[in-house]
């Protein structure tokens, strides 16, 4: 009988459900298990404090029918806001601990993968917490599914319960996101009809595959560079900024990253026609995945010309030509499935609405605006206008300059992308903390020593705090912005001064 016959492969899936299982039952009986069972009371923490202190619907009949609605109100709310960010608390504390083993090299690709399960399984139960885009998400799938187009008129046009639970400042915004979203969202709506609660939930299960491949994209892009897999997962997937706020908070940056982290690791591989697909997948549902894409001619160019002998020029020319095509026919096809058109593209100036501390314009103009005010008179907005202009600026400069600069090889072209999307990500005129989620995911093969590591944990800490459960933010808040400036600094400081193993595993090598 064939090797590929049914029963053959019948046979392997077996055996590697059960080598999964004997590891896990191990994993299970050993120390090595501590941080995940801590980190999985943090999420049943944060799942039932969630409940009150969340972004939860204004008015929710579940808790109504079981008489749970006084956790929202009052010492409720109190009592639940205390329960989760006790869950934060423990949760950060958790992968702070599993951090300093990681740099003293006792952790595995298997350890981070299991962990993860046990801190996303109660998210995966919890209401929207940190955001309220999900809501959004429902609304504008709501209109595809009842004849609207999302991209020329915002919920505000189709009123239903579902509009009840939008952000006021997105009624009348058209969405910014790609077709691939788009239909995602109307499926779901489809589904679900206007039932809250059951959209979210399927919602947040359609953000699972993207977390399924970004477990498997970054431990192949660190053996192909040499660097650790286990370093990689705990910076990109078992970061509480990630399972928090895009498991827990429901956000499509989820399956973007994991496609397009996926799509560069194919790439890497040989596999340019699939590798580039799946990034163009990605960008039909954000944008910003396509900051990727250039790079990847790179790696197509040097391809090219090792195999077949060609020039750089030939090699460039055939492979932006296959690349470009490639985007194009996958992206028609996209948009023909959606029913939608390039409308999209408008919206995504609609951050602009977006006022906080997270990207250098608009911090800049907060400092300007505080330290010359008293002086004389300073325009907030008019100053907020001139740094976002100039941030605008620095961006398309320091892109084809980070492209051509980063072309030589694969650990040049992932350098390039990362921070391409770290600049990008800095200078927009807005950012949520979930956006510094596309720079992790990139530069998780890559920034693997010591400092390193500490500086993610510390910025990671950062964003993840100061924002609130509700979906508003504590920046303008000094005790909010002193509780999580101190939070960073802890958790920076408890891995800068980790010990570090004296010899590393060559199978987990951490990088110099």
Known sequence: MPPDSSPARSAIAKNAVGEYLSQMKVFLTTPQARPAELGFAGSVLITIGGLGAGSTKPHDPVLEAIHMSWLRFGHGLVLSSILLWTGVAVLLFAWLVLGRRLIAGETTEFMMRATTGFWLAPLLLSVPVFSRDTYSYLAQGALLRDGFDPYAVGPVANPNVLLDNVSPIWTITTAPYGPVFILIAKLVTMLAGNHVILGTM??????????ALLIWAAPRLTRHLGTSGAAA???CVLNPLVLIHLMGGVHN????????TTGIALTFQGRHVLGVTLVTVAVAVKATAGLALPFLVWLWMRHLCLQRGWRPAQGFATATALGVLIFAAVFAVLSVAAGVGLGWLTA???????????TVPTAAANVIHFAFNGLFQVDFYETLRITRYIGIAIIAVSLPVLWWRFRRDDRDALTGMAWSIL???LFVPAALPWYYSWPLAVASPLAQSRRAIALIAGLSTWT???????????MYSWLHFSAATAAALVSWYALYRAPEARATPADQPLAA
Not at 253 to 260: H, P
């Open 253 to 260: 940056e989820m399956l973007m990253v994991g496609l397009m």
């Open 233 to 235: 997962l705990w910076i």
């Open 202 to 211: 399927l919602l947040r299960l359609c953000m699972l595959p993207g977390l």
């Open 423 to 425: 600049i990008v990500v």
């Open 348 to 358: 995504l100036a609609g951050s602009v609405k977006i006022i906080n501390w997270l």
């Open 464 to 474: 993840m705090v100061i924002f609130k459960p509700d979906g508003s933010h504590g």
